[in-house]
T-cell receptor, first 111, second 113 residues
Framework: DAKTTQPTSMDCAEGRAANLPCNHS???????VYWYRQIHSQGPQYIIHGLKNNETNEMASLIITEDRKSSTLILPHATLRDTAVYYC????????????FGGGTRLMVKP | KAGVTQTPRYLIKTRGQQVTLSCSPISGHRSVSWYQQTPGQGLQFLFEYFSETQRNKGNFPGRFSGRQFSNSRSEMNVSTLELGDSALYLC????????????FGPGTRLLVL
């Protein structure tokens, strides 16, 4: 699986959009971009994933650049409960369920 | 549907002992993966089981082993515990191998003294 690079930490004001970047410049054509988050001491939670088109669900939006070398996770209206470590992962779907986690971004939502 | 359940939630052992952790996947899910999370190494993949067969294995010593039963429940075992095995052990399940989403349990926190 391709390596990802994320900022170590970010702050966001409550109610504002949180934009979390991820660089995956060595991504292959058959690798998807996944986002998970982990709230303190809990198991990781799936957020969203995409291949090359932008995706949106009830939790977040995923914007993938046209060359697929980077992406941004957007939490449109961050709340204090969104404070967590966010992991960007690239993986090939259909080749097993192993996830390779990097260090992630620690997002702190402040009142 | 009930989520992924892991037992026990907390465990204290001493060096040299062995431990068995249990994971019950979401009903209907046949793939179970295990991960170890430590402050120093982060989240690391241990192994994955599907239909009672180990499909993938991470870079861990042979002291770490696992198995999956016919009802998809899984156990992992760590023998001859070391202090460095203190960690949060997480289990994740998904319907199959080609699935897009894995669902994680709350984890078992193991402390080795």
């Amino acid at each position: 699986d391709a390596k990802t690079t994320q900022p170590t930490s970010m702050d966001c004001a409550e109610g504002r959009a949180a934009n979390l970047p991820c660089n995956h410049s060595t991504i292959s054509g058959n690798e998807y971009v996944y986002w998970y988050r982990q709230i303190h001491s809990q198991g990781p939670q799936y957020i969203i994933h995409g291949l090359k088109n932008n995706e949106t669900n009830e939790m977040a939006s995923l914007i993938i650049t046209e060359d697929r070398k980077s992406s941004t996770l957007i939490l449109p209206h961050a709340t204090l409960r969104d404070t967590a470590v966010y992991y960007c992962i690239v993986r090939v779907v259909g080749a097993g369920n192993m996830l390779t986690f990097g260090g992630g971004t620690r997002l702190m939502v402040k009142p | 549907k009930a989520g992924v359940t892991q037992t026990p939630r907390y465990l204290i052992k001493t060096r040299g002992q062995q431990v068995t952790l249990s994971c019950s996947p979401i009903s209907g899910h046949r793939s179970v993966s295990w991960y170890q999370q430590t402050p120093g190494q982060g989240l690391q993949f241990l192994f994955e089981y599907f239909s009672e067969t180990q499909r993938n294995k991470g870079n861990f010593p042979g002291r770490f082993s696992g198995r999956q039963f016919s009802n998809s429940r899984s156990e992992m075992n760590v023998s001859t515990l070391e202090l460095g095995d203190s960690a949060l052990y997480l289990c994740a399940s998904s319907p199959g191998l080609a699935e897009e989403t894995q669902y994680f349990g709350p984890g078992t926190r193991l402390l080795v003294l």
